[in-house]
């Protein structure tokens, strides 16, 4: 079962409002990566950070490794339709493990 | 640059039948994982093949099994299916270097077991 702890479940937001996510785990990670899925496809990369405390920015997307190695969040500031879709964080040591997702919806 | 492909796109098979998918990885990438994403989940990991060689597995019987070919495309067999297997299979490919959990991940294969 998934052992990523990933809120909020889905959101509902407006068009140009910032938008928080984050993910925990009872297990430290060497790698956080924050993937964006749409209907039909499969997982689009938007992030990586390798080390604890990184910050790194994409466009509109920020994310951080948390000091303690369990825990992620992203932002998405200023929001537009397109950025409807499934993001999931993914924490890996060995292997890859998924959180359940964040289901976001812009309303225009 | 190619990215990562699969097929086939859609597959319904019967309880107790065999299957295999198909990846061919991004141009470049040695490394094939293949996960498991059921219905409103995450994705999880089945396992990961790095230049021919089973290179980690996630908790999925041994009815699941792989194949990776020089050309480091990858097979995904699985026997005697189950209602559970129904899924979306995903196939995704790296670099293999320091940086080879940055996967990149084909459309899928969205198999039905009747």
């Known amino acids: 079962g998934q052992q990523l702890n990933q809120s909020p479940q889905s959101m509902f937001i407006q068009e140009g409002e910032d938008v928080s996510m984050n993910c925990t785990s009872s297990?430290?990670?060497?790698?956080w990566l924050w993937y964006k899925q749409d209907p039909g496809e499969g997982p689009v990369l938007l992030i990586a950070?390798?080390?604890?405390?990184e910050l790194t920015s994409n466009g509109r997307l920020t994310a951080q490794f948390g000091i303690t190695r369990k825990d992620s969040f992203l932002n998405i500031s200023a929001s537009i339709p397109s950025d409807v879709g499934i993001y999931f964080c993914?924490?890996?040591?060995?292997?890859?493990?998924f959180g359940a997702g964040t289901r976001l919806t812009v309303k225009p | 640059e190619t990215g990562v492909t699969q097929s086939p796109t859609h597959l319904i098979k019967t309880r107790g039948q065999q299957v295999t998918l198909r990846c061919s990885s991004q141009?470049?990438?040695?490394?094939v994982s293949w996960y498991q994403q059921a219905l409103g989940q995450g994705p999880q990991f089945i396992f990961q093949?790095?230049?021919?060689?089973?290179?980690g597995r996630g908790n999925f019987p041994p009815r699941f099994s792989g194949l990776q070919f020089p050309n480091y495309s990858s097979e995904l067999n699985v026997n005697a299916l189950e209602l559970d297997d129904s899924a979306l299979y995903l196939c995704?490919?790296?670099?293999?270097?320091?940086?080879?959990?940055?996967?990149?991940f084909g459309p899928g294969t969205r198999l039905t077991v009747t």
């Open positions: 993914a924490g890996s040591f060995n292997d890859m493990r």
């Open positions: 141009s470049g990438h040695n490394t």
């Open positions: 995704a490919s790296s670099p293999g270097t320091i940086r080879s959990y940055e996967q990149y």
């Open positions: 297990s430290i990670f060497n790698t």
């Open positions: 950070l390798y080390k604890a405390g």
């Open positions: 093949y790095y230049r021919e060689e089973e290179n």
